[in-house]
């Protein structure tokens, strides 16, 4: 199971860190994701962090704003958000996959979804 915490509503240019409590499986083990989805619109790709290595991966509309990470001790990833925009709205949704390999960013990659918390930019 997944629970996502830490969406609020903030201004444009501010930061907020969302964090994702991971419970079930041997955590370390699991590839990690955020997801991001608005109203009529897909679930995209928005982070993965690797099993194992924790080599992390951006999407190029989040890279260099976006940080992901994750620590196996508290069972938890967190994705650490800075110089929000207004087109950052939307439900933050984390992921996870126990499989051993792939690129992790497409929907069909991850086994387990969290409930989803929402994140509002104001400009």
């Known amino acids: 199971q997944l629970q996502a915490s830490g969406g609020g509503l903030v201004q444009a240019g501010d930061s907020l860190r969302l964090s994702c409590a991971a419970s079930g499986r041997t955590f370390s083990n699991l590839f990690m994701g955020w997801f991001r989805q608005t109203p009529g619109k897909e679930r995209e790709f928005v982070a993965t962090?690797?099993?194992?290595?924790?080599?992390?991966y951006y999407a190029d509309s989040v890279k260099g704003r976006f940080t992901i990470s994750r620590d196996n001790a508290k069972n938890t990833v967190y994705l650490q958000m800075n110089s929000l925009k207004p087109e950052d709205t939307a439900v933050y949704y984390c992921?996870?996959?126990?499989?051993?390999?792939?690129?992790?960013?497409?929907?069909?990659?991850?086994?387990?979804w969290g409930q989803g918390t929402q994140v509002t930019v104001s400009s």
């Open positions: 962090i690797k099993r194992g290595t924790g080599t992390p």
């Open positions: 992921a996870a996959d126990p499989s051993t390999w792939g690129a992790h960013i497409r929907t069909s990659d991850y086994a387990c």
